[in-house]
T-cell receptor, first 116, second 113 residues
Framework: NAGVTQTPKFRVLKTGQSMTLLCAQD?????MYWYRQDPGMGLRLIHY???????AKGEVPDGYNVSRLKKQNFLLGLESAAPSQTSVYFC???????????????FGPGTRLLVL | GESVGLHLPTLSVQEGDNSIINCAYS??????FIWYKQESGKGPQFIID?????DKRQGQRVTVLLNKTVKHLSLQIAATQPGDSAVYFC????????????FGQGTELSVKP
């Protein structure tokens, strides 16, 4: 199993450009999450999904959109990138809402995004 | 409001010593807590978890203690090794909110040889 994979690994954007980050998991997990991590801070939840076709806002959703058309994929979109969106983005997945080791969140390797 | 924080941003220990990383939480409704390890350039990696109906849980070289009275949990690493050098995050899981995790700021553990 590859676990949670993310593409691309690194990207540089100009202000106003758009892009989509792809997250894929092969563990048949129901729940998927997108976080951003900024220097000196913990991870902050952007959006999450509790199942195929459903999405919900997290702590910092503004400027981002998501889609979960397939159970194994969770896409994060930036329609008009801003320098404030420079960050490292992590995707995670879990079988169910975390209640035990078997349901905890597993993270991908991250995508580093630089917006100039 | 909801918050999970760590008492110390950095911790430096000698190889072979025991390490203790602390974490405070404020949401009394939280009933599940997780410790993650994040190495440079990588995603967080699960270490150990504990439910609120437990006070202590042990893994391989790691122990998590939970004190619900003062809303505090700690991660103890026995015989710390250079490979343990990383940033450690505690996370609070809110079951009735889609399994969302609230992370603390993290503690950077540095192991001196």
């Amino acid at each position: 199993n590859a676990g949670v994979t993310q593409t691309p690994k690194f990207r540089v954007l100009k202000t106003g450009q758009s892009m989509t980050l792809l997250c894929a998991q092969d563990m048949n997990h129901e729940y998927m999450y997108w976080y951003r991590q900024d220097p000196g801070m913990g991870l902050r939840l952007i959006h999450y999904s509790v199942g195929e076709g459903t999405t919900a806002k997290g702590e910092v959703p503004d400027g981002y959109n998501v889609s979960r058309l397939k159970k194994q994929n969770f896409l994060l979109g930036l329609e008009s990138a801003a320098p404030s969106q420079t960050s490292v983005y992590f995707c995670a997945s879990s079988f169910l809402a975390g209640r035990s080791f078997q349901e905890t969140q597993y993270f991908g390797p991250g995508t580093r995004l630089l917006v100039l | 409001g909801e918050s999970v924080g760590l008492h110390l941003p950095t911790l430096s220990v000698q190889e072979g010593d025991n390490s203790i990383i602390n974490c405070a939480y404020s949401n009394s409704a939280s009933d599940y807590f997780i410790w993650y390890k994040q190495e440079s350039g990588k995603g967080p990696q699960f270490i150990i978890d504990i439910r609120s109906n437990m006070d202590k849980r042990q893994g391989q070289r790691v122990t998590v203690l939970l004190n619900k009275t003062v809303k505090h949990l700690s991660l103890q690493i026995a015989a710390t090794q250079p490979g343990d050098s990383a940033v450690y995050f505690c996370a609070e899981n809110i079951y009735n909110q889609g399994g969302k995790l609230i992370f603390g700021q993290g503690t950077e553990l540095s192991v001196k040889p």
